[in-house]
């Protein structure tokens, strides 16, 4: 049994808090940084980063084994819509599971961003996503309802096939830094926009080690993971939307420059 569902979650960039002493902090740091630094740290107008995101849950039932509060085992996790290493871009996933549970609040600081346990219940587990100080400030919360049992309950159940229920979101970060976007570049996790005309970033860093670190495409589980080839196709959309998208900023801004002179031309005629 599978099921799974899809969007598009926006993440807006490091918000502005007035009166933060770790703002003010972030300021003299900034300021304080050589010209390259700053440079990265430059934010790229009219570019968006897409992380195509997979998560939900896999359940096996126990069988023969099965006890009146160990039915099943599961797993809970977050990975790439093609399997890939989250890491480049996800520094902590949180994983808030029910009371009942022993330390019920699962912190992971690394890929693969997964926990596994036994039980016999159904509930909602929320998922909070971290992500690195180049790519956002600001958390990201998912929701998942984990599922034990086949949608059919009146047929046999399965030791052999679990239960897969899966949810697939693109989360778009507008107007990256340079450093970030240098950063992942070259990485799999993530689809980079066409960048603009004469734009050119620094060679981007290659971390092997870090590239592979967490990468699912092994995973034991991975035989019961669901295609997303639509997924696929909605990052295709998704690029060729932001293409326009620049085309159209540019055009903006080149009427804009034309009709200046026009406009204050204009203006003083109507002011005689």
């Known amino acids: 049994m599978t099921s799974s569902s899809s969007s598009k979650k926006l993440v807006p960039d490091q918000p502005e808090i007035s009166g933060s002493t770790t703002k003010s902090l972030r300021t003299k740091m900034i300021k304080s940084e050589d010209s390259e630094k700053r440079i990265l740290n430059k934010k790229l107008k009219d570019v968006e980063i897409s992380l195509p995101i997979v998560y939900g849950n896999i359940s096996f039932w126990l069988g023969k084994k099965a006890s009146e509060y160990q039915s099943h085992k599961w797993t809970v996790y977050v990975r790439g819509a093609s399997n890939e ?15 009942s549970f022993n330390n019920p609040t699962r912190v992971l600081e690394s890929p693969p961003f997964e926990v596994s346990e036994a039980g016999w219940g159904e509930f909602e587990i ?32 399965s030791t052999k096939k679990p239960v897969v229920v899966e949810s697939y979101d693109e989360v778009v970060f507008p107007e990256p830094s340079e450093g970030f976007l240098a950063r992942v570049q070259n990485h799999p996790a993530v689809t980079l926009p066409r960048l603009p005309a004469g734009f050119t970033l620094p060679p981007p860093v290659e971390d092997a080690i870090r590239k592979k670190r967490g990468d699912t495409k092994d995973h034991p589980l991975s035989q019961w993971f669901m295609n997303f080839s639509e997924a696929d196709e909605l990052l295709q959309l998704a690029a060729a939307r932001q293409q326009v998208q620049a085309h159209i900023a540019k055009l903006r801004r080149q009427i804009s420059v034309v009709d200046g002179p026009h406009q204050q031309q204009l203006k003083s005629l109507s002011d005689q």
Not at 85 to 99: E, I, N, T, W, Y
Not at 134 to 156: F, R, T
Request: glycine share 4%; hydrophobic share 40%; proline share 6%.
């Open 85 to 99: 290493d989250l890491g480049v871009v996800v520094k902590r996933a949180v994983f808030q599971l029910h009371s």
């Open 126 to 157: 929320a998922i909070t996503l971290y992500f690195h100080s180049d790519v956002c400030d600001k958390p990201l919360n998912l929701y998942h309802h984990l599922k034990l049992y086949p949608e059919d309950e009146s047929g046999p159940m």
